[in-house]
């Protein structure tokens, strides 16, 4: 089985884009507060909520990029083998 090794910069981006997804969350959580007229406290409440929203978002979008980069993938190995 082959080594990997997560590189600084792969770690950055993950975790870059992990904080996109919390902020994502507190935003959609901020205009539910707004909308629905409810206490600020729910901010601090309900953060175990905006946790697992986060999570569900950072895991849709790594499906949404492992799909996007498997099918890139997939047409440059065949434009690849077809040359040969």
């Not at 895991?59 to 190995?77: E, Q, V």
Request: net charge positive; aromatic share 14%; glycine share 2%.
């Amino acid at each position: 089985m082959k080594d990997t090794v997560l590189t600084a910069r792969r770690k950055k981006i993950e975790l870059i884009t992990l904080l996109v997804c919390f902020i994502i969350a507190n935003l959609a959580n901020l205009y539910a507060i707004i909308k629905y007229n409810t206490s600020f406290m729910e901010m601090i409440t309900s953060i175990f909520y905006i946790i697992v929203f986060t999570l569900a978002l950072y895991t849709c979008w790594s499906l949404l990029r492992i799909l996007f980069y498997g099918i890139k993938r997939l047409f440059i190995k065949d434009k690849m083998q077809k040359r040969l």
